[in-house]
């Protein structure tokens, strides 16, 4: 039993790297009743298709089982608020301010950020995904503490336009 979960662990870390690999944000496969949905944080052109990998060992996709958010469930994490935009976090995890617990964190307040700066990273099943700006401007308010956990569409920081 122990070697078939860390066979699937292997099987799906395979996968993740697929997805770096191939700059994917969203990935599905089917085999038979079972299915597996892995989604990254990063935006990339809408146009994705889905992979499916023959002989995938992968969890059951019952009348119960959950579903990730859709693609137009989350197209975006920028909310006009007054006048700052709030950069909101795409999924559930982790919040981390810098890339490692000796570095800088990614940005401060005052920084000036433009739609490809990464503000944070946040973890989601040992997988480290970039958070970036998607936008231009000042950071007025970071809202969340370093290590705090985070829901999806939770408010991270408040953005001054430029």
């Known amino acids: 039993m122990a070697e078939k979960k860390n066979n699937d662990l292997k099987k799906i870390k395979e996968l993740i790297e697929i997805m770096k690999e191939n700059d ?3 990935i599905e496969i089917r085999h038979g009743d079972d299915k597996i949905s892995l989604k990254r944080s990063q935006a990339q052109p809408e146009a994705r298709t889905p992979m499916v990998v023959p002989g995938i060992s992968t969890v059951p996709a019952g009348p119960g089982a959950s579903q990730a958010p859709s693609a137009e469930a989350g197209a975006s994490q920028l909310q006009p608020v007054g006048n700052l935009v709030e950069i909101k976090s795409p999924i559930v995890g982790t919040f981390y301010s810098a890339p490692s617990p000796d570095s800088d964190p990614y ?6 950020i433009k739609p490809q700066t990464v503000v944070c990273m946040v973890e989601a099943m040992k997988v480290m995904n970039e958070i970036k700006a998607e936008t231009s401007g000042t950071i007025a308010e970071i809202v969340i503490e ?7 569409g939770q408010v991270l920081f408040k953005v001054k336009p430029d």
């Open 146 to 152: 370093n290590g705090q956990a985070v829901e999806y």
């Open 24 to 26: 994917l944000v969203e």
């Open 107 to 112: 940005v401060e307040l005052g920084s000036q």
